[in-house]
């Protein structure tokens, strides 16, 4: 059993950065690869980014590849989404979610995770 939790959202004029933390309860959290989500809305929940169980891969949306960047620290148990150059269409509740598999073209998918988090709002001016 893995539980998340976000934190880091708020309001940011366009062009500002944000760092998106999910803390995870669990010894196992280090055996699951982690994503972030985002739903605005009216909007179907979408992938932003992923990392492997072992930080060393990540995997982006084309949307904010470059302007996003997804770490890990397992020694802590968390996982971060440092958002750079951000837009108004950035703005949505972000979720981060666990996911068990080590296949990455499992990472894009919100049915490939088994564990989310609360969400966090994030909302960018214009």
């Known amino acids: 059993q893995v539980q998340l939790v976000e934190s880091g959202g708020g309001l940011v004029q366009a062009g500002g950065s944000l760092r998106l933390s999910c803390a995870a309860s669990?010894?196992?959290?280090?055996?699951?690869?982690m994503g972030w989500f985002r739903q605005a809305p009216g909007k179907e929940r979408e992938f932003v980014a992923a990392i492997r169980w072992s930080g060393g891969n990540t995997y982006y949306a084309d949307s904010v590849k470059g302007r996003f960047t997804i770490s890990r620290d397992n020694a802590k148990n968390t996982v971060y989404l440092q958002m750079s150059s951000l837009k108004p269409e950035d703005t949505a509740v972000y979720y981060c979610a666990a996911n068990p598999l080590h296949y990455s073209g499992s990472y894009y998918y919100t049915s490939q995770y088994v564990y989310w988090g609360q969400g966090t709002q994030v909302t960018v001016s214009s």
């Open positions: 669990g010894r196992t959290f280090s055996s699951y690869a």
